[in-house]
């Protein structure tokens, strides 16, 4: 992950009104836990700057580098609150890191490739964890991780143990947690049904249909030998 730098000051406006005004003057409001003092530290930042830095970032967590006045601090993007209408930003909360010193963060999953199963055994892929929480040096974060499915097979799952995410990641999740599974079809709730299975109901009701032709067949021999 490339640290971007991001010019910032301390922020001594508070409350709603203040904050408010602040964000009218084309800043943006924001925090910092900070790691060696501990506490909060309030600070605001050009909006339009830390737009333009962010461009292109799609991950959760980003690696900055604050310049306060000339003094940098480097910390992690953990939130960003957006305004609902318009989608930008209107609040950032940041904590300070050690580049020499792992994080624990959480990082999306994506599959990539096509089953083996789906592609020849006719199964259903279904993916039943969408993110891995991870220990890693701040630089090293990623965005996302790609799992290649690719060989996995009818009735065969994909559990956490079985990630081959790289050396410079400790994984924290539970390794016998599953991230994903090849089913088949009819294990599958509300698959279409084999055309075997769906002619047999039909197969099953002729005999009453025979059956209620003769009982009609009779009434009517019957009201014959009345007349």
Same mark, same amino acid.
């Given at each position: 992950m490339n640290q971007i730098k991001i010019k910032a000051e301390p922020r001594t406006e508070q409350g709603t009104g203040a904050v408010r005004r602040l964000r009218r003057t084309g800043m943006i409001p924001g925090s910092v836990m900070k790691m060696k003092k501990g506490g909060t530290e309030l600070i605001k930042l050009p909006e339009h700057d830390f737009m333009m830095a962010m461009r292109g970032r799609t991950g959760k967590q980003v690696l900055v580098s604050l310049d306060m006045g000339g @003094?940098?601090? $480097?910390?992690?993007?953990?939130?960003?609150?957006? %305004?609902?209408? @318009? *989608? &930008?930003?209107?609040?950032?909360d940041f $904590?300070? =890191?050690?580049?020499?010193? @792992?994080?624990?963060?959480?990082?999306?999953?994506?599959?990539? *490739?096509?089953a083996k199963g789906v592609k020849i055994g006719g199964g259903v892929l279904e993916q039943t964890l969408r993110t891995v929480d991870i220990d890693v040096?701040?630089?090293?974060? !990623?965005?996302?991780?790609? =799992? %290649?499915? $690719?060989?996995? %097979?009818?009735d065969q799952t994909l559990f956490v143990r079985d990630l081959a995410l790289g050396d410079k990641y400790t994984v924290t999740t539970r390794g016998e947690v599953p991230v994903a599974v090849v089913k088949a079809p009819d294990a599958v709730? *509300? #698959? &279409?049904p084999a055309a075997g299975a769906a002619a047999? !109901?039909?197969?099953? #009701? #002729? !005999?009453?249909?025979?059956?209620? *032709? @003769?009982?009609?067949?009779? #009434?009517a021999d019957k009201k014959e030998e009345k007349k």
């Open positions: @003094k940098e601090m $480097s910390a992690l993007l953990r939130e960003m609150q957006n %305004d609902v209408l @318009k *989608g &930008t930003p209107i609040h950032v $904590s300070e =890191v050690s580049l020499s010193e @792992k994080v624990r963060i959480t990082v999306p999953i994506y599959l990539v *490739g096509e040096l701040p630089a090293d974060i !990623p965005e996302k991780f790609d =799992v %290649d499915v $690719s060989a996995l %097979d009818l709730p *509300g #698959a &279409t047999a !109901p039909a197969e099953a #009701a #002729a !005999p009453e249909v025979i059956k209620k *032709g @003769k009982e009609e067949e009779a #009434a």
